[in-house]
């Protein structure tokens, strides 16, 4: 807990200090029409350090010793996270709709284990059927890489 | 005035096409309440976009139908596995289990889907009723009002929260310095977009709620790992026709725990404290409170009536003021912006 504790704090404090660095270049006082643009993000990203500081001093004190996550825990939450991180940053470059049917088939068959047949037709259908829905029904455009390009979208 | 609009509303509530959409919402929503890990705001927020080629009126029944169904799946399982689906049913838990165990699955469960009819009822009727005067009064509201009511909401959210305050603290502060991010509509300026074009706009609320609420939902229930032990419980006709027979019995149980639901659900987060309430008055108020947690058929009633009540409540400062009272309530608030209704006091004149 403590560990996760203060390295919680410590990113949140370094987030708190880039908006106080934006907030600075925006002005932080009081215009003549009112509060200048970083006047709200400034006392907010105040409050949120001083928020973490007395986070980390908690920790620091008397937090328990108990482990945050055990070996088993993290395990299938980061087989999960890791995948999901990759569907986000495929579809930057193959697409929203082939990122998904890799991500499906992926976590399916590693994490699920499903056999090859339920893996195929649900890895495939899934992402057409969003095709059709987004692309074709509600004419919304989604991210498309390079196989809908060759197919004419 | 109230009454006219309430048959009006049960009118167009039940013309077939809407009233197909309601069974279709509550059978996807108890699907999701039953799987762990997804809950009537996780529900509300993946179906939000298949809603907006609908009319808004559809789109409402079809997502507040979704958000009944996931309440009830949460009692389902609370009743069968031991594990609530949402934090407002982990009071069911105290004697649906162990009358599942003792065989009493099918009784548990007619109770419980009883109760949440009479609670949704209940709010039902009273937020009709309700409504339009709650909605004359914030009209009057003027910017020291509105600021007033939600120093209030964001005081309970610490204060109700639960846990370590300074972490409720931190989370709101999170989120306001997401809401500051953008374009600045009071002077124009851009702030904390450090030069990404996609962050002009501003982080989009529902993506805060699916990637921060959703994702991290999803993540607990893969660490709590997935594994069931269930109870297997027989629901025919017969045992639902019986419990309804003892129902009436508590018909004290049922308007307590209506009026705590409907008083708690105005407050953010006021679900969950509702049905613990509601447990612990009825069983304050019992006859026999030793057969509390060994299961006691009203120690089922109340916490789901309480629940089912406040859900119903939760929506009314959300239409009115214009503040969303649950999480779900919050993602329904982004709906109906997107629909074009501006939720607040203007929407009912």
């Known amino acids: 807990m403590r560990t996760a504790d203060l390295t919680t704090a410590l990113i949140l404090i370094a987030g708190g200090a880039l908006v106080i660095w934006d907030s600075l270049r925006l002005g932080i006082g009081w215009g003549t029409d009112g509060p200048q643009s970083g006047f709200f993000p400034f006392w907010l990203a105040v409050l949120l350090v001083g928020a973490c500081a007395a986070i980390a001093l908690q920790a620091r004190r008397r937090a328990s010793r108990a482990p945050f996550i055990t070996r088993a825990q993290a395990r299938p939450v980061l087989s999960t996270l890791l995948p999901s991180a990759g569907f986000v940053l495929l579809t930057q470059f193959i697409g929203l709709y082939v990122a998904a049917m890799l991500f499906m088939g992926f976590y399916m068959r590693w994490f699920g284990r499903y056999g090859w047949i339920p893996v195929a037709l649900l890895s495939v259908l899934f992402p057409v059927l969003t095709f059709v829905v987004f692309e074709k029904w509600f004419l919304v455009p989604m991210p498309k890489g390079p196989l809908e390009a060759w197919l004419g979208y | ?349």
């Open chain 2, 1 to 349: 005035m109230g009454w006219e609009n309430l048959l009006l509303g049960f009118q167009v509530a039940l013309q077939p096409f809407n009233l197909g959409l309601a069974v279709l919402g509550i059978t996807l929503g108890t699907i999701i309440g039953v799987l762990p890990g997804l809950g009537g705001a996780n529900g509300v927020a993946i179906l939000l976009p298949l809603t907006f080629s609908m009319n808004p009126t559809s789109a409402i029944i079809l997502l507040t139908s979704l958000y009944w169904g996931a309440l009830f799946g949460g009692a389902i399982t609370s009743i069968l596995f031991n594990i609530p689906g949402e934090p407002w049913s982990v009071a069911t838990t105290f004697d649906g289990y162990p009358m599942a165990r003792n065989g009493q699955g099918g009784e548990a469960l007619t109770a419980a889907f009883t109760s949440s009819f009479v609670g949704a009822l209940f709010s039902v009727v009273l937020i009709t009723l309700f409504a339009p005067l709650l909605a004359e009064i914030a009209l009057k509201f003027g910017p020291p009002e509105f600021f007033a009511i939600q120093l209030l909401t964001f005081s309970s959210f610490i204060g109700l929260g639960g846990g370590n305050p300074i972490k409720s603290l931190v989370a709101i502060l999170i989120g306001f310095i997401l809401a500051s991010a953008g374009l600045d509509i009071v002077t124009g300026q851009l702030r904390l977009t450090f030069g990404i074009t996609e962050l002009m706009k501003g982080f989009d609320f529902i993506i805060a709620v699916i990637g921060l609420f959703g994702i991290g939902e999803i993540l607990l229930s893969v660490e709590e790992g997935l594994a069931f032990r269930g109870v297997s419980a027989r629901i025919n006709p017969t045992v639902v026709w019986q419990t309804w027979k003892i129902l009436p019995r508590y018909y004290r149980t049922f308007i307590r725990s209506a009026f705590i639901g409907f008083w708690m659900g105005f407050k953010p987060g006021g679900a969950t404290p509702a049905s613990f309430m509601s447990y612990a008055f009825a069983r304050r108020f019992s006859r026999n409170p030793e057969r509390f947690g060994q299961g006691e058929i009203e120690g089922v009633v109340a916490p789901e009536t309480a629940a089912h009540a406040a859900g119903g409540a939760s929506l009314l400062p959300m239409i009115t003021l214009g503040i969303p009272g649950s999480p779900t309530a919050a993602v329904m608030l982004g709906g109906l912006i997107i629909w074009g209704l501006q939720p607040g006091p203007m929407l009912f004149r």
